[in-house]
């Protein structure tokens, strides 16, 4: 079977990505940055690269998404997977589009099917429309993202602006008529980006059988469910062994907010300031992480949780001119509290938000990441070695969509690693 490689343009994505394809049976390793996997290729069936890129310039989200495809391709990938959110996170100019297009230049291939559907999740494509849960994505929270406001629909008028390719779509009456249909379909659709509508797990298998033959696929972790790998028992153990744990919320979604809302009544908290981040941004760090080392030693198996934005709370409205805006300023914070409580003890990190996991991995120094037990659809408990301080250590991290898990997440998603 070829190796599989993927390119996820946020962390939590390249884990979502990962659980599902261990899920059905390949031995997936997760890679930080364009290196190449440390681990024998002999023993995996897919690469998933974890970038930064979904909200980076698009220059820099098509130089890095290269840069990825071509480690990817030197170690013997014959296939690539081009992973973005199910919600389709975007811009008018990128970089969904913009990083297909490359993909498929680079590779000398005309087409690829677009599919963010997973229903697991709640996204569903219909008539080229995606909806999250019963809302036109367009009237979902999303339509307010920070970074990525979501404010149609239509994934076609979405795509357009951002690719070179024409973008076609397939309905339902062809992915429900088989995979033969739709592959005569694509047949036919000459150099494109192919939306395919999918509202069931059954969609998403036709298109996958309709897809087998494809050097490049793109959508969501959704699609991967239609895969199967060689080695159904891949999953690995993500333990890291017991140490004290916290949860670092820097998601803005409502799906977060209502979660951090939840928590505030069973865990010690502290929401970050940004008033106070901008006059002393180390004095206030120092204050997060004395907080929790407090708390760990007032209750060591109760984590603290360190958020963000809560229910009805709104970011910074202005940036003060030449600061530091408000959204990155949270997520640097974030990242240095993880390292700064990492070093004296820290063994358990859920962290929400892809932004903010992208900035926590890094500032933990680590290189690839092991997929573990699954708390919620998407969302995996990893095991990786980080290195702080020069001192090498494992940790258990989870790494949450901003949109993905239960209301509970916070309190019961550390039950998978006892």
Same mark, same amino acid.
Request: charged residues 20%; negative net charge; proline residues 7%.
């Given at each position: 079977?070829?190796?599989?490689?993927?390119?996820?343009?946020?962390?939590?994505?390249?884990?979502?990505?990962?659980?599902?394809?261990?899920?059905?049976?390949?031995?997936?390793?997760?890679?930080?940055?364009t290196?190449?996997?440390?681990?024998?290729?002999?023993?995996?069936d897919?690469?998933?690269?974890?970038?930064?890129?979904?909200?980076?310039?698009? +220059?820099?989200?098509?130089?890095?998404?290269?840069?990825?495809?071509?480690?990817?391709?030197?170690?013997?990938?014959?296939?690539?997977?081009?992973?973005?959110?199910?919600?389709? +996170?975007?811009?008018?100019?990128?970089?969904?589009?913009?990083?297909?297009? /490359?993909?498929?230049?680079?590779?000398?291939?005309?087409?690829?099917?677009?599919v963010?559907?997973? =229903?697991?999740?709640?996204?569903?494509?219909?008539?080229?429309?995606?909806?999250?849960?019963?809302?036109?994505?367009?009237?979902?929270?999303?339509?307010?993202?920070?970074?990525?406001?979501?404010?149609?629909?239509?994934?076609?008028?979405?795509?357009?602006?951002?690719?070179?390719? =024409?973008?076609r779509?397939?309905?339902?009456?062809?992915?429900?008529?088989?995979?033969?249909?739709?592959?005569?379909?694509?047949?036919?659709?000459?150099s494109?980006?192919?939306?395919?509508?999918?509202?069931?797990?059954?969609?998403?298998?036709?298109?996958a059988?309709?897809?087998?033959?494809?050097?490049?696929?793109?959508?969501?972790?959704?699609?991967a469910?239609?895969?199967?790998?060689?080695?159904?028992?891949?999953?690995?153990?993500?333990?890291?062994?017991?140490?004290p744990?916290?949860?670092?919320?820097?998601?803005?979604?409502?799906?977060?907010?209502?979660?951090?809302?939840?928590a505030k009544?069973?865990?010690?908290?502290?929401?970050?300031?940004?008033?106070?981040?901008?006059?002393?941004?180390?004095?206030?760090?120092?204050?997060?992480v004395?907080?929790?080392? /407090?708390?760990?030693?007032?209750?060591?198996?109760l984590?603290?949780l360190?958020?963000?934005?809560?229910?009805?709370?709104?970011?910074? /409205?202005?940036t =003060?001119?030449?600061?530091t805006?408000?959204?990155?300023?949270?997520?640097?914070?974030?990242?240095?509290?993880?390292?700064?409580?990492?070093?004296?003890?820290?063994?358990?990190?859920?962290?929400?938000g892809g932004?903010?996991?992208?900035?926590?991995v890094?500032?933990?120094?680590?290189?690839?990441?092991?997929?573990?037990a699954?708390?919620?659809?998407?969302? =995996?408990?990893?095991?990786?070695?980080?290195h702080?301080?020069?001192?090498?250590r494992p940790?258990?991290?989870?790494l949450?969509?901003?949109?993905?898990?239960?209301?509970?997440?916070?309190?019961?998603?550390?039950?998978?690693?006892s």
């Amino acid at each position: 079977m070829p190796l599989i490689g993927a390119i996820a343009d946020d962390f939590t994505g390249a884990t979502d990505l990962a659980t599902m394809l261990v899920s059905r049976g390949f031995r997936t390793a997760v890679v930080i940055g364009t290196a190449a996997p440390a681990e024998p290729l002999d023993e995996l069936d897919a690469v998933v690269v974890a970038l930064k890129s979904r909200t980076a310039p698009v +220059d820099d989200a098509v130089r890095d998404s290269l840069a990825a495809l071509r480690a990817l391709r030197t170690a013997g990938c014959e296939r690539i997977y081009v992973k973005y959110c199910s919600t389709f +996170d975007s811009t008018p100019t990128g970089n969904i589009g913009p990083v297909v297009d /490359a993909v498929l230049d680079e590779l000398g291939a005309d087409r690829a099917v677009v599919v963010p559907s997973f =229903p697991a999740t709640g996204r569903t494509v219909h008539r080229g429309h995606l909806f999250v849960g019963d809302q036109p994505l367009a009237e979902s929270p999303m339509r307010d993202h920070p970074l990525t406001p979501m404010r149609d629909s239509n994934l076609l008028r979405l795509l357009a602006p951002q690719t070179r390719r =024409p973008v076609r779509l397939i309905g339902h009456d062809v992915v429900r008529a088989g995979a033969d249909a739709v592959r005569d379909e694509l047949a036919g659709t000459g150099s494109a980006l192919v939306v395919v509508d999918a509202a069931t797990d059954a969609d998403l298998k036709t298109i996958a059988a309709a897809t087998a033959e494809d050097p490049v696929l793109t959508g969501g972790a959704g699609l991967a469910l239609g895969l199967t790998g060689p080695h159904p028992d891949s999953a690995r153990a993500s333990s890291a062994g017991a140490g004290p744990a916290v949860v670092l919320a820097g998601s803005a979604s409502a799906a977060t907010r209502n979660q951090v809302t939840h928590a505030k009544s069973a865990l010690p908290h502290r929401k970050l300031d940004i008033a106070a981040l901008r006059a002393d941004f180390d004095a206030a760090v120092a204050d997060l992480v004395e907080f929790a080392r /407090a708390r760990w030693a007032a209750d060591p198996d109760l984590p603290p949780l360190i958020y963000a934005v809560g229910v009805g709370d709104e970011l910074e /409205a202005a940036t =003060p001119e030449g600061a530091t805006p408000a959204g990155e300023l949270l997520e640097r914070a974030l990242a240095r509290c993880a390292s700064e409580l990492v070093a004296p003890g820290a063994r358990r990190l859920l962290v929400a938000g892809g932004e903010t996991s992208g900035a926590v991995v890094l500032a933990l120094g680590a290189t690839a990441l092991h997929v573990g037990a699954q708390i919620a659809p998407g969302v =995996p408990w990893c095991r990786m070695e980080s290195h702080v301080d020069g001192q090498d250590r494992p940790v258990d991290v989870a790494l949450k969509s901003g949109n993905f898990g239960g209301i509970d997440i916070f309190t019961t998603a550390w039950d998978a690693l006892s």
